[in-house]
């Protein structure tokens, strides 16, 4: 897994920050304080609270994993937790459009998310393209790894002695077999 890994350059901590402020400012302040809304003055429809709780909850796994480095693990969790979110503030946004500044910025978290994840499966598929290469144009000699060079060419064939059938006879007679 570590194999799989890179170093951080600046597009990517830019990206992860700016994911960070959208987090905070979508999925912790204005989320929570939709949360506590629901659960204390609108009992009704806390079914929203839940769902945005859980959503918040996948999205801070998703950061988490994010500047961890490990994309192809929070990718699904940031997808997930973005589908529930939006579904939920959806449904807020339909009835008041205030709403629309206060949760939108969550769909900066999914497009860090996804170019996150892309760069990192181009960066694997090139790995695994340029080991794979590398395997493929080998010298024959390091495949078969007993020092000996393999050609296949026609005329440089190596010539098989013929034995006579009746020096080989001569020879194991002498021999006892």
Same mark, same amino acid.
């Given at each position: 897994? @570590?194999?799989?890994?890179?170093?951080?350059?600046?597009?990517?901590?830019?990206?992860?920050?700016?994911?960070?402020?959208?987090?905070?400012?979508?999925?912790?302040?204005?989320?929570?304080?939709?949360?506590? @809304?629901?659960?204390?003055? @609108?009992?009704?429809?806390?079914?929203?609270?839940?769902?945005?709780?859980?959503?918040?909850?996948?999205?801070?796994?998703?950061?988490?994993?994010?500047?961890?480095? /490990?994309? $192809?693990?929070?990718?699904?969790?940031?997808?997930?937790?973005?589908?529930?979110?939006?579904?939920?503030?959806?449904?807020? $946004?339909?009835?008041?459009?205030?709403?629309?500044?206060?949760?939108?910025?969550?769909?900066?978290?999914? $497009?860090?998310?996804?170019?996150?994840? /892309?760069? =990192?499966?181009?960066?694997?598929?090139?790995?695994?393209?340029?080991?794979?290469?590398? $395997?493929?144009?080998?010298?024959?000699?390091?495949?078969?790894?007993?020092?000996?060079?393999?050609?296949? =060419?026609?005329?440089?064939?190596?010539?098989?002695?013929?034995?006579?059938?009746?020096?080989?006879?001569?020879?194991?007679?002498?021999?006892?077999?």
């Amino acid at each position: 897994m @570590n194999k799989l890994r890179y170093d951080d350059w600046a597009f990517t901590i830019v990206l992860k920050i700016v994911a960070t402020v959208a987090f905070l400012w979508s999925g912790f302040f204005w989320s929570g304080v939709t949360i506590i @809304n629901f659960y204390q003055f @609108n009992t009704a429809e806390s079914y929203r609270a839940t769902g945005f709780l859980v959503a918040s909850i996948l999205l801070l796994i998703s950061l988490v994993l994010m500047f961890l480095r /490990m994309y $192809i693990i929070q990718f699904p969790f940031c997808v997930v937790g973005s589908v529930i979110y939006l579904i939920q503030a959806g449904q807020l $946004i339909d009835k008041i459009e205030s709403y629309t500044t206060r949760y939108i910025f969550e769909i900066v978290i999914l $497009i860090a998310s996804i170019i996150l994840f /892309m760069l =990192h499966m181009a960066r694997v598929i090139s790995s695994t393209m340029a080991e794979n290469e590398k $395997i493929n144009t080998a010298p024959a000699e390091s495949i078969i790894g007993d020092g000996i060079t393999v050609n296949y =060419h026609e005329d440089e064939k190596p010539k098989k002695e013929k034995k006579s059938r009746k020096k080989s006879q001569k020879a194991e007679a002498e021999t006892g077999e």
